[in-house]
């Protein structure tokens, strides 16, 4: 039996669709019978036998009433989720039918009510479903880096953070940072094992989340880092007094950034240092003296000039005279 797609229009017609509908110019019915038997052809000749062409004919949009006669529950709660706007948007295509713009056409399942015949994203490789996601999602700014970021490289789908049919507050969309870091935290036990120690930014208290320095769904940045303006570190955002420009640069706050020195998901030492004293953070790079375990990726610094005795305790406290580690207006060996 042959059925008519309900609510059919322009908007609804998938690009073959829509060339043999203007081709043809005939009426919308033609098309759409010549569309699906041009298919079933197709698919007769490459299987003998040949099946009833009934059950050849690719599904077809039937519309959200249909999917409501079953799933009554998941449709009502559906008028409450962001989605519905895609039920009643005449631009986006699916009036009428949002459910199928993620469950794709439905005719068949609702014939067979057989799982196998609807898409279901979350029994879908992440790829695959965060392809339903992407036709609509796809280059909005907060996505920017999306197909290159960490999480889509390694396989975890817009669905692993967002459950579409969860209404309420932390519904679809965590946004309490309290919320946001169990989410986090849920996957990357040992970042947020970091956070328990003593010097650390106050996300166990809900002050803060890690999407105030990450972006979840990638930038172009490595580690997904937050940008703040002109595309700088996210750290400057709420620490711009680092920011600079400085007459007198500190080489790798800049060039390094601000993990050479500091742990920013917590740390044991004061500051958050790398380092239990100042001055070990300094000599990592300012000393001539092999050092037990250079930054990873450090640019050594110049030797300090004689009258450094390290064995005064004077010495030891660098930053008792040069105060302005992170860059200075005024001198050169960052002392104000
Ligand atoms: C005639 C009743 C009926 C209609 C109409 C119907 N469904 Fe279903 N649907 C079911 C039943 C029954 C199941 C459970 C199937 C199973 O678990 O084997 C189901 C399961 C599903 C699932 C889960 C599949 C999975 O992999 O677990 C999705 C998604 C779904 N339906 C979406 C839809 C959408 C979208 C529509 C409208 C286009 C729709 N259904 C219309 C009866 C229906
Ligand atoms: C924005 C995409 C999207 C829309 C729109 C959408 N769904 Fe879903 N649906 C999903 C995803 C993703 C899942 C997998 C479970 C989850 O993540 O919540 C799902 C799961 C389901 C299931 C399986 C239920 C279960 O508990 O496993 C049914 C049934 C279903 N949807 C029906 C519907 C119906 C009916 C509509 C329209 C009223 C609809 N969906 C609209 C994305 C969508
Ligand atoms: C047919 C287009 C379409 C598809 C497909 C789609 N979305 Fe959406 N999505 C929208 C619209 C429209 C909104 C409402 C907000 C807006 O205008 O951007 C929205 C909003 C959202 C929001 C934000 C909700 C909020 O509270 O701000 C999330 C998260 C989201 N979608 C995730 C998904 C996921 C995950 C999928 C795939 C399972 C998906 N979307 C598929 C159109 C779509
Ligand atoms: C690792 C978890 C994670 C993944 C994977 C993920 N998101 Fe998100 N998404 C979030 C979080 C957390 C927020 C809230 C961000 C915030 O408040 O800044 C969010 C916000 C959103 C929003 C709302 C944006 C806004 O500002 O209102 C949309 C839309 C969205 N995500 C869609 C998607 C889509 C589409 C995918 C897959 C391509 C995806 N997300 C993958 C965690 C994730
Ligand atoms: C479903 C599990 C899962 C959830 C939930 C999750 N992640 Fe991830 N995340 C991963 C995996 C897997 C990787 C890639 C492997 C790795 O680097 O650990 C990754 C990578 C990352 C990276 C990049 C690491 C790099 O080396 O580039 C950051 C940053 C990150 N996640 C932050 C977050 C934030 C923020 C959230 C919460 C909004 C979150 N993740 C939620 C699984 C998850
Ligand atoms: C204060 C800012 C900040 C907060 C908050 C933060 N991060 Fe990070 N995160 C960073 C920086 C900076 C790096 C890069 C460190 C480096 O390059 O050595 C990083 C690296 C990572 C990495 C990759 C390297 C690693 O350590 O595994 C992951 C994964 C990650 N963060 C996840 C998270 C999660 C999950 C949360 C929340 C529980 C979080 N981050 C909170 C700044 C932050
Ligand atoms: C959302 C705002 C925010 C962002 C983004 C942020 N911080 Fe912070 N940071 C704070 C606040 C607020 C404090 C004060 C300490 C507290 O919360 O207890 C702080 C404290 C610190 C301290 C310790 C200061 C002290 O006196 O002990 C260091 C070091 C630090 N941040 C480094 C960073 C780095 C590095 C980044 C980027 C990777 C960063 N912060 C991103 C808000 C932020
Ligand atoms: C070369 C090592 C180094 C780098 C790189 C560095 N810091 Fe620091 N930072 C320090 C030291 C050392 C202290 C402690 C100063 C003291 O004890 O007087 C400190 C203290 C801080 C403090 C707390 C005291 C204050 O001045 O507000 C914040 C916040 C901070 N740094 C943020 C940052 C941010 C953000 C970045 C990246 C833009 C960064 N740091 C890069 C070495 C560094
Ligand atoms: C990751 C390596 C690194 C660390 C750690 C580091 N520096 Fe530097 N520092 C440099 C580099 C590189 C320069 C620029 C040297 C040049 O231009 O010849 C520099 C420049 C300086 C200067 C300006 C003098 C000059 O040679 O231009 C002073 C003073 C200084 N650092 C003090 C400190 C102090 C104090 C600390 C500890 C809080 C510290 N540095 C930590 C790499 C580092
Ligand atoms: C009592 C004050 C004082 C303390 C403490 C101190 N310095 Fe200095 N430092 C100076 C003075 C003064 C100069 C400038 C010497 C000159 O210009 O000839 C200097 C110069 C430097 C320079 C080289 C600047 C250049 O222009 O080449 C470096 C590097 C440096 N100090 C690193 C350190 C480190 C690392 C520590 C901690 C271990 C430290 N300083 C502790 C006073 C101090």
Request: overall charge positive; glycine content about 6%; proline content about 9%.
């Amino acid at each position: 039996m042959f059925r008519l797609p309900r609510n059919l229009s322009m908007g609804a017609l998938s690009p073959p669709e829509r060339r043999l509908h203007g081709a043809l110019r005939a009426p919308l019915l033609a098309a759409a019978m010549l569309w699906s038997a041009t298919l079933g052809g197709a698919q007769q000749q490459a299987s003998a036998p040949a099946p009833p062409a009934a059950d050849n004919k690719p599904a077809t949009y039937v519309g959200s009433e249909t999917c409501q006669m079953c799933h009554e529950d998941i449709f009502n709660a559906f008028a409450k989720n962001p989605h519905h706007a895609v039920e009643t948007d005449k631009k986006r295509g699916f009036e009428t039918k949002a459910c199928e713009s993620c469950h794709g056409p439905g005719s068949k399942h609702a014939e067979s009510v057989s799982a196998a015949d609807i898409r279901n994203p979350a029994k879908l490789k992440p790829a695959e479903a965060d392809k339903a996601c992407l036709t609509c999602h796809l280059n909005q700014p907060t996505h920017v880096g999306r197909l290159s970021g960490s999480h889509a490289k390694n396989q975890v789908a817009c669905v692993a953070c967002h459950s579409v049919h969860k209404n309420g507050p932390d519904g679809m969309v965590a946004r309490k940072a309290s919320d946001i870091n169990k989410q986090c935290a849920a996957c990357h036990t040992d970042v947020w094992a970091s956070f328990q120690r003593p010097y650390k930014h106050r996300l166990p208290e809900g002050a803060m989340s890690c999407v105030d320095c990450h972006n979840p769904h990638g930038t172009s940045l490595p580690r997904s880092i937050q940008t703040a303006r002109a595309n700088e570190p996210g750290c400057y955002k709420c620490h711009g007094d680092k920011a600079g420009p400085f007459v007198f640069d500190h080489a790798p706050v800049r060039v390094e950034g601000c993990a050479t020195c500091h742990q920013p998901h917590g740390s044991a030492n004061p500051r958050m240092l790398t380092r239990a004293q100042v001055a070990q953070v300094c000599l990592e790079c300012h000393s001539n003296l092999p050092v037990p375990k250079p930054a990873a990726n450090a640019t050594l610094g110049s030797v300090p000039p004689a009258i450094h005795d390290l064995r005064s305790p004077q010495f030891q406290n660098c930053t008792n005279c040069h105060q302005k580690v992170h860059g200075s207006n005024v001198s050169r060996d960052l002392f104000k």
